[in-house]
């Protein structure tokens, strides 16, 4: 699993913008378990050493790596980077302030990023066991300066990336698994992204983030058979990370034959927490105050939607396990407003209700992996790498034109009868629902002339085989079940 060898190649990769090399309180110990621990990853290293006083210099650092798969290969130039013994137990770690990453893709093709640090500063100090690393840079950039393409230089893609005013602690201990616990900080992050199209047109982007914070740790064994994912993972590899921001901004500019599309996309707070690790594997993310503004030749009038709260989620295993193992799925697009130039043409005499619409669903669930998920070879065999034996409507809620849906159930599945549902499992359990406001939207709707009355009457027929009346005077409840028979039902009367 070639993958999975470059991944570790590539976690140390990006590890040293960050903390630089793995050390200790020494120059010779700080290179030494470097030079170890990359080794390790599969990296090949190539440089020659020197040592002057309290300065051991390391030149012409190359770090190099094959692309998975044989695709290619991937070169750093470190350059000349010294470990200076600052006389108090701290080596002082200097970089070059220009390090190129060339990629070489068995294509013949080849692209060269530049690394850039201004104002750099790395310490590290504490003990053999325990390193503590702290750093510092006024910016350190990423900026694609080379592209090749059948052998003649291109401008199809431009890229840079920029932190500024960042500044961090690591701290680092070494055994069976490297544990990395990280604190991070920056002012901002830049980026910028221009790529054009073959067949005519291209997508010019600009975005920012301010206030970034990243506290992360991630354990990493020192294994052989570091290419083997399941190997990995089982003895003890994760990665823990909580990325938090205070603003972004992102303008998109696009050309094409169908003529220009601009927008511009802004939010408050954000935040990304991902996990992964042999037991699970999850990504959340929200944002707060997200605001749209989209201008195009194909678009009639300006654009402008705006949402309170855009949060997504997701969780589920890596490894077979014996029994079930949770997973997860979420998203809530929150308090989405139209713009009203669009509700003019829509309904033109606001009859329908103009409040910001809501989406938003929670599920939940258990499952029997058959298959470790990580391995490439058992998933290329495999039918299907497990079954579902439960699954968990937690909540849902749909509010849209002065109408609420909202629901909660669950059921679960009998993964030795596919008959009677035809060749997927039989579930039992129940759903719970409760529709509001409907009846009224169905009158406004038809008084608009936009749902022809014996649609409505149709709809309206639907609803009554499905639910019973609720609380309130437009107010249904539905509960649909599926029992140990296989029969549906539907508030207790049989349909199926």
Do not use: C
Not at 43 to 58: P, R
Not at 118 to 134: C, F, H, I, N, Q
Not at 423 to 452: C, Q, S, W, Y
């Amino acid at each position: 699993m070639k993958t999975w060898k470059a991944f570790a190649g590539a976690t140390t990769l990006a590890a040293l913008f960050t903390t630089s090399a793995l050390a200790d309180v020494t120059n010779r110990e700080v290179w030494d378990s470097w030079r170890t621990y990359m080794g390790s990853t599969g990296l090949d290293i190539s440089a020659s050493e020197n040592t002057s006083g309290n300065t051991l210099t390391v030149s012409d650092l190359i770090l190099s790596m094959a692309i998975p798969e044989g695709d290619g290969s991937v070169t750093m130039d470190m350059g000349q980077v010294q470990f200076r013994d600052q006389g108090d137990g701290t080596v002082l770690v200097i970089f070059e302030q220009k390090m190129p990453i060339t990629v070489l893709p068995k294509d013949g093709n080849e692209a060269v990023i530049e690394i850039d640090y201004t104002g750099m500063t790395l310490v590290v100090s504490g003990d053999p066991s325990e390193m503590t690393y702290t750093y510092s840079a006024a910016e350190i950039g990423a900026e694609l300066v080379q592209l090749m393409t059948d052998g003649a230089p291109s401008d199809d893609v431009k890229m840079a990336l920029k932190l500024t005013n960042m500044q961090g602690r690591s701290t680092m201990a070494m055994d069976d698994l490297t544990k990395v616990a990280q604190k991070l900080s920056a002012e901002g992050l830049n980026f910028t992204l221009f790529a054009k199209d073959p067949d005519g047109g291209d997508v010019d982007m600009t975005g920012s983030l301010q206030g970034v914070e990243m506290v992360a740790s991630s354990a990493i064994p020192l294994i052989e058979n570091s290419d083997d994912p399941v190997a990995l993972f089982n003895s003890g590899f994760a990665v823990d990370a909580d990325i938090r921001h205070s603003g972004s901004q992102m303008t998109m500019n696009v050309t094409g034959d169908d003529g220009p599309f601009n927008a511009d996309i802004s939010s408050g707070s954000g935040t990304v927490q991902m996990t992964m690790s042999g037991d699970q594997m999850s990504y959340d993310g929200t944002n707060q105050a997200i605001t749209l503004n989209a201008t195009g030749a194909e678009i009639p009038l300006p654009l402008n939607f705006t949402m309170e709260e855009l949060s997504y989620g997701f969780a589920m295993p890596m490894l077979k396990q014996d029994g079930q193992q949770d997973f997860r799925l979420s998203m809530t697009l929150g308090a989405l407003s139209i713009p009203e130039m669009l509700w003019g043409m829509a309904d033109p005499g606001g009859m329908l209700s103009h409040e910001p619409a809501t989406v938003s669903f929670d599920l939940a669930g258990k499952v029997t992996l058959f298959a470790d998920l990580v391995d490439e070879q058992a998933m290329e065999e495999m039918e299907a790498p497990g079954e579902l034996n439960s699954l968990t409507l937690n909540s849902l809620l749909v509010e849209l034109i002065g109408a609420k849906l909202s629901g909660m159930g669950g059921f679960t599945f009998d993964n030795t009868d596919m008959a009677t549902f035809d060749g997927m499992p039989r579930p039992e359990g129940a759903i719970d629902l409760n529709l509001k406001g409907a009846n009224k939207v169905i009158d406004t709707l038809v008084e608009m002339g936009l749902l022809p009355e014996e649609q409505a009457m149709t709809g309206r027929m639907m609803m009554s085989m499905f639910a019973v009346p609720g609380d309130g005077p437009d107010d249904l409840n539905s509960r649909l079940e599926i029992n140990a028979d296989g029969h549906v039902l539907a508030n207790g009367q049989r349909i199926q």
